[in-house]
């Protein structure tokens, strides 16, 4: 009996076929991950095209053109790509250079499509200032889909905050998804505006989309959506752990609110 030897794990990935290219093929076909080999659904994956100097492109939202490799949408398996030289095999070229910082850039451009977002509601007119309004925000309608943090926020703001969610919703704070991977500095660039500490998405139009960019960030850095781990230190303990969990988009525009301090109600109007 003829016994065929099986190659390593990381070899045969040039056996896994390309994409054809934006709009080609089935739409919302599955995806083979040239690291993992395991079929995913396109949202759970980044796609790569090689640019015509051979360089391995992130296409963060498969609209370029050419034939594409995918990769699981994890900083961990892109690394891996480049450290094992995954996409020459996948392009069948060994003039494909991935970079040793494409992770990086990967996580840079999650970052832009997040503030990208938080722009578009900003756009859309529906922006409030102040620390006040930020919790009267909690109490009206439509409910609020997110709070949102400045990375650098410190924790009395934050704590503040938290206890105008229970007070408004209960134990169904836990529904309530905190935002806070995103500096204060990156927050002026996408609103516009200075000294941005504290945020709230509102129900509607783009809040779904937004919470979507935020997940996918989150996911791709190895990070649940979630705060559970660090909610007693986040907080002082006067709420219960908060948690992502499905929002769903309700009539309404989406509308965030800003702070101009942190925690002081006479931030700016």
Avoid at 54 to 67: H, I, M, S
Avoid at 256 to 261: H, I, L, P, W, Y
Wanted: net charge neutral.
């Amino acid at each position: 009996m003829i016994q065929v030897a099986q190659p390593p794990a990381d070899e045969g990935i040039e056996d896994v076929v390309l994409d054809a290219g934006p709009n080609r093929g089935r739409q919302g076909a599955l995806r083979t991950c040239i690291v993992t080999r395991t079929a995913q659904a396109p949202d759970a994956m980044i796609r790569f095209v090689l640019g015509p100097d051979g360089a391995v492109v992130p296409d963060l939202r498969a609209r370029l053109p050419g034939r594409g490799a995918w990769v699981s949408a994890r900083r961990e398996d892109v690394a891996t790509a480049v450290r094992k030289r995954a996409f020459n095999r996948a392009f069948k070229t060994q003039g494909a250079t991935a970079s040793a910082d494409l992770p990086d850039r990967i996580a840079e451009g999650l970052r832009a499509d997040l503030r990208q977002a938080i722009a578009l509601a900003n756009k859309a007119g529906c922006i409030v200032t102040g620390f006040t309004k930020v919790e009267a925000a909690i109490g009206a309608q439509p409910r609020v889909a997110a709070v949102i943090h400045a990375s650098d926020a410190a924790p009395d703001g934050r704590r503040k905050i938290a206890a105008a969610l229970h007070r408004r919703h209960g134990d169904a704070i836990s529904r309530i998804p905190i935002v806070d991977d995103l500096s204060e500095d990156e927050l002026d660039m996408a609103l516009g505006r200075d000294h941005v500490i504290h945020a709230a998405l509102v129900a509607g139009v783009g809040a779904a989309g937004c919470l979507a960019r935020w997940r996918r960030l989150r996911s791709f850095e190895g990070v649940a959506a979630a705060i559970e781990e660090r909610g007693s230190a986040g907080y002082g303990g006067d709420a219960p752990p908060l948690q992502d969990d499905a929002v769903t988009d309700q009539a309404g525009a989406p509308r965030v609110a800003g702070s101009r301090d942190d925690g002081n109600p006479q931030g700016s109007g």
